[in-house]
């Protein structure tokens, strides 16, 4: 049973990684296409919040003292982070096509403002994470 947790904490914090890397690069400058990565980020939090569930299930279950709480206030702002990321980055990008020059400027500014949101957000979950044991 130990190799399913190790495969599962593995495809968590890999997946996390990705999602919050990119989330955050793409935060940082507009002129990086953010229409090409917001695919692969949605699936990674999915897979996130997948193996997350598993991992709770595993280690925490109906318990819920201080550690489960700071872990719920990062799985809530993982949540908002996808929410962000679905409603702005998403949605925009697909008013990219067809676009005018001086739209799609704007529209790429919107769509790293979401990012920058997001990017803090995951920010949070990620202290969160890692302060969670402390508590």
Known sequence: MQYVYIAIIGLHVMAGVFWAGTTI??????????????????????????????????????YFGSMEMVLALGILAAFAAAGVLS???????????????ATERALRA???GGERIAAWLLVLTV????????I
């Open 110 to 112: 919107k769509m790293a």
């Open 87 to 101: 409603v702005v980055v998403r949605k925009t990008s697909r008013q990219l096509a067809g676009a005018d020059a």
């Open 25 to 62: 690069t793409l935060a940082r400058d507009p002129e990086i296409k953010a229409e090409r990565f917001i695919e692969p980020q949605m699936g990674s939090a999915g897979v996130v919040f997948v193996t997350g569930a598993l991992l709770w299930y595993f280690f925490h279950g109906a």
């Open 127 to 134: 202290l969160c994470m890692a302060t969670a044991r402390m």
